[in-house]
């Protein structure tokens, strides 16, 4: 998972797109990197680690410019260390444009072999976001006529991208000259929303993909992007959008609100919040069926994703609520961190329990969902050293089993604790006295209640093997786990920080 932002503004932007991709900090934490536009120049920063880290007050004076945009990665195709691939990418025609990408491209290798041998384009890393900044870079100059540029042409541009580009995406650019192109796969899997600030000198945009971003920068949270739309917002702050694909369908990632999104944001119109309070009355019905009232003592989240649908869980079975674990802030979120290894240690300097609130009970654990099950088993053996009497664990996801390929890094079947096993199996695996899952209807349901029963389906393939584009068979997922298990794969670049200042010719929008 990825954080993308986006930002024209009537003043400089630096400090705005370091805060907002603060607020995204959540969705990765491998590297960061900002581009902002002054005048006819672009000037980049980006490098590896948390935002903090990557940018210092010299990088921040010398990201100068009204309009930019920003990342924060974590990996989900080519390497977790490498430089070379920490986003925004740029290219240098036509114009000049650089882009940041969240999501999962399906088909990146048949692109990267008609960039080579139709396109004569040059794709430098194994990253499918430098893939499909090249596909809409080409695009562009193929429609483009002399060094004039029209929203038609940025719009017709975007429309080619969506018949050749499969998987999930969402996209901020900067057309050196010009300005910002935001753009959403036709199934709208990945999240984008626009918001909007008025000033004396005319209206600011700023385009992200989560809307706690845009309340957090004083910006008013306007729509979500529409599944296939396309923005240009040009450097003046004139704001074009249209419609690119023919038949869109809004499709949302429910993994975003299981686990990845701030409980504070509202995606497609479905508060994250709301939703996982939702998924904890749906829960409690499945709990009820499979364990009695007298063996619970207790309900304790995992922090912090499922702590709403914990308290709701504890509320309907008419259970106390405590928090029992203190969680140390400074380390990273475990799911995204490379390797079983670094995983395992990571938990126990991650959480510490209270073991006052364990010792002598019966207590039922809520995590967000369980994915390889190895930070599952380390915090049932802790709750266990603290002298609970049963140990219980409920998932507000239903069991993963398949592979995520459109932005989620669960590659891999072996990795997954679900594949292959019930929940009895999985409870043994884990020294549980039992596993509750979440049922995917309900699940389903929660989501769609929140949504005021606007939305109806999403996308779970993750649980059921179901994926959307159409185009994910068992050759492309065992593909993915060789390339994943490759040792190539996670071969280390050496830590360090890249920055440019990127000239060009005037240039004028028509």
Known sequence: MCGIVGVVAKTPVNQLLYDGLLMLQHRGQDAAGIVTAEGQRLHMHKGQGLVRDVFRTRNMRSLLGNAGIGHVRYPTAGSASSLAEAQP???????????????????????????????????????????????????????????????????????????????????????????????????????????????????????????????????????????????????????????????????PCIFEHVYFARPDSVIDGISVHEARLKMGEQLAEKVRATVSDDQIDVVIPIPDTSRDSAMELALALGKPYREGFMKNRYIGRTFIMPGQASRKKSVRQKLNPIAVEFRGKNVLLVDDSIVRGTTSKEIVQMVRDCGAKKVYLASAAPPVKFPHVYGIDMPTRGELIATGRDAVQIAHEISADAVIYQELGALIQACSDASGGR??????????????????????????????????????????????????????LM
Not at 161 to 170: F, I, N, S, T
Request: some cysteine; charged content about 20%.
């Open 89 to 251: 990418f740029y290219v240098n025609s036509p114009f000049g444009i650089v882009l940041a990408h969240n999501g999962n491209l399906t088909n990146d290798k048949q692109l990267k072999d008609e960039m080579y041998r139709t396109d004569l384009r040059h794709i430098n890393t194994n990253s499918d976001s430098e893939a499909l900044l090249n596909v809409f870079a080409h695009e562009l100059s193929r429609r483009v006529q002399g060094p004039h540029l029209d929203v038609a042409t940025i719009f017709d541009a975007v429309a080619a991208v969506h018949r050749r580009v499969k998987g999930a995406y969402a996209v901020v650019a900067l057309i050196a000259g010009f300005g910002l192109v935001a753009f959403r796969d036709p199934y709208g899997i990945r999240p984008l929303s626009l918001g909007r600030h008025e000033t004396a000198d005319g209206p600011e945009f700023a385009v992200a993909s989560e809307s706690v971003v845009h309340d957090t920068l004083g910006f008013r949270f306007e729509r979500d992007v529409a599944p296939g739309e396309a923005l240009f917002i040009s450097f003046d702050g004139q704001l074009h959008s249209k419609q690119c694909h023919p038949n869109p369908q809004l499709v």
């Open 455 to 508: 939305i109806s389906k999403f996308e779970t393939s993750c649980f059921d093997g179901n994926y959307i584009t159409g185009d994910v068979t068992d050759a492309y997922l065992d593909e993915l786990e060789a390339k994943r298990l490759s040792p190539l794969s996670t071969k280390a670049d050496s830590v360090g920080h890249l920055d440019l200042n990127i000239g060009v010719a005037e240039q004028n």
